[in-house]
């Protein structure tokens, strides 16, 4: 497609990934600072430079592979000072957010479309090196797809326009690609891609004469100023405006450095410039995104993981949540009070791929004699996802169907690998409910763990008169070759600072459980605890290879309800 060349826009050359500055502007630039900035400013890139090596490879992946084009100085140089996975996590969904243009949806197409186009920058533009590292890669995946394309991919002949000198000559491969509008930049852009080696690798030129392949050929490919003897194919390389085309027939002056028509050399530096730069963010800053996330989470709620092995790939992750009744809203109905909370939870990947979301709804529901007690109470949710090892993130929101009200919460999700060549345990957990559960209902429903239901208690405070459960399962025992029974104990302490409050000790065959897997499980009644916080410790010890492992919990005791009965019915149990 053919395109008007009156009052085009080149753009400056850019040399083996360096900028040739017209005049040496870049050292003029350079020069006038003080020599305490220049060691400064070096100091400064050494140090984000040693920070951007130590980055973990998904992090550096983002960085340097997936946002390099669009993330701002600003935003890179706190990105490399933070100084955990979580918190890189955080700042990475907050970069997305601040650039969605539909927050209150669940898409962002302002991602979506950056990784299309990376995409199709690979598939294009590659060259022996990705496509989304090229000069046109890097502007397709800045400003999108250009209005018009006049792609030339094998050169040819070339009838220069009167800006350029006029005459025929023959050009090396190029493209120019044409952007009617540049937010912040201007209209009517014309970007010129050259590959003057032939090796599909373009690059963006400023200067349209280096497309032409018979630039340094004697007698060839003259403009007509050069045929009519006014000019000669020397004064193409003595011109100081960055160019190397011919001087235009327009002007036959002394002025041999008659700058291209569209603009002089500064400006077409500063568009460059512009053009390279990261996308400014349109929709919404972080403070603003932190402040909207502060008025919309109007509920608050806990939440806590745990992990249990399923296979030697696979960890199952029973998500629990747990929100007072006294933020929910109860509308009265014939002697009822009902309160509905949506919940939705979604688990993707770092590169933002969806593995796993849920939906569901918790429905409370008090007569008029409980409601009173009930707001003093809990409800809880859990969902068991299984995952393989790795690091996610964890989106959960919680809705108030009656009054509209929302909790918000997004977090990291690091699943650890449970490895099948040593003594391991689950995470331990400390339960409000620790029961059987009928055949029928074995690993079916919340809270079901095999066949056990295990409700955790998130807040791990008991009250001296409520069982306290313990549940944890110890894998990769090993078995004797002759009985295939395995020997181990399963040693339990409670303590209050450095004394020892209780002690016991279970074996294998105490726990009627010979494999190479076993789940301990027992209630503990605290009753004989003064009200206190406490710290619980099972070390389990694999007694044929002397391998120990150990886990820990704190807890709290309480002094009794007022109201048990009502508690209790509070929280479903």
């Known amino acids: 497609m053919s395109m008007n060349r009156m009052g085009r826009m080149f753009l400056p050359i850019l040399l083996g990934g ?23 400013d070096s100091i400064k890139k050494k140090n984000l430079g040693k920070l951007q090596k130590e980055l973990d490879t998904p992090y550096k992946k983002w960085l340097q592979e997936e946002v390099p084009y669009i993330i701002s100085d600003e935003e890179r140089s706190a990105f490399l000072q933070l100084q955990t996975n979580e918190e890189r996590e955080q700042f990475i969904e907050a970069f997305w957010q601040r650039r969605d243009p539909t927050p209150d949806t669940v898409e962002n197409e302002f991602k979506e479309e950056h990784y299309r186009r990376i995409a199709y920058a690979n598939e294009r533009f590659a060259s022996g090196v990705p496509g989304w590292r090229t000069d046109r890669g890097r502007i397709y995946i800045i400003w999108g797809a250009p209005d018009e394309i006049e792609d030339h991919p094998t050169g040819g002949l070339y009838n220069r326009p009167m800006s350029e000198g006029g005459g025929q000559t023959s050009t090396y491969a190029y493209a120019d690609w044409r952007y009617r509008y540049m937010e912040g930049i201007g209209n009517n852009i014309i970007i010129e891609f050259v590959d003057p080696s032939g090796s599909g690798e373009y690059h963006i030129t400023t200067d349209p004469g280096e497309k032409d392949a018979l630039a340094k050929t004697p007698g060839a490919g003259l403009s007509l100023i050069e045929q009519m003897g006014l000019s000669d194919k020397t004064e193409r390389f003595n011109r100081t405006d960055g160019s190397t085309a011919p001087r235009s ?112 709804v918790v429905q409370r529901d008090f007569p008029d004699s409980l409601l009173e007690p009930s707001l003093k109470a809990f409800s809880i949710y859990q969902k068991a996802v299984p995952l393989r090892p790795g690091l996610y993130k964890l989106d959960m929101v919680i809705k108030d169907v009656n009054s509209g009200n929302v909790g918000v919460l997004n977090t990291a999700l690091h699943v650890s690998e449970i490895p099948d060549d040593k003594l391991e345990t689950s995470s331990l957990i400390l339960a409000d409910q620790l029961e059987p559960v009928a055949s029928r209902d074995v690993g079916i429903g919340q809270f ?80 004989s605890f003064p009200p206190g916080k406490y710290k619980l410790e099972i070390q389990a010890t694999d007694l044929l290879t002397k391998e120990t492992v150990s886990r820990t919990a704190d807890f709290t005791v309480t002094p009794p309800a007022v109201n048990d009965t009502a508690a209790k019915s509070a929280t479903g149990r």
């Open 448 to 527: 079901v763990i095999g066949s056990t239901k295990v409700r955790p208690k998130l807040n791990a405070e008991f009250q001296s008169n409520q069982p306290m459960g313990i549940y944890l399962q110890v894998y990769n025992l090993k078995t004797n070759e002759q009985t295939h029974k395995n020997d181990m104990s399963v040693d339990v302490k409670v303590s209050q600072g450095e004394k020892t409050i209780a002690h016991d000790v279970k074996t294998g065959v105490d726990l009627k459980q010979t494999g190479d897997q076993v789940t301990f499980q027992q209630l503990l009644s605290p009753n």
């Open 18 to 40: 360096a900028l040739l500055l017209p005049f040496g502007l870049r050292a003029q630039d350079n020069d006038k600072k003080p020599a305490s900035d220049k060691k400064q």
């Open 249 to 360: 027939l327009l002007n036959t002056g002394s002025d041999v450095n008659n700058t291209l028509s569209s603009d002089n050399e500064f400006n077409r530096l500063e568009q460059y410039m512009k053009i390279q730069q990261a996308p400014p963010v349109k929709f919404k800053d972080l403070e603003e995104v932190v402040s909207s996330r502060i008025l919309r989470n109007q509920i608050a709620f806990d939440y806590h993981y745990d992990f249990l092995r399923v296979t030697s790939d696979t960890i199952l992750v029973p998500i629990t949540i747990q929100i007072q009744n006294k933020q929910m809203t109860f509308h009265a109905h014939e002697g009822i009070h009902s309160a509905t909370v949506n919940v939705f939870m979604r688990i993707s990947t770092l590169s933002g791929r969806v593995v796993q979301t849920f939906e569901d």
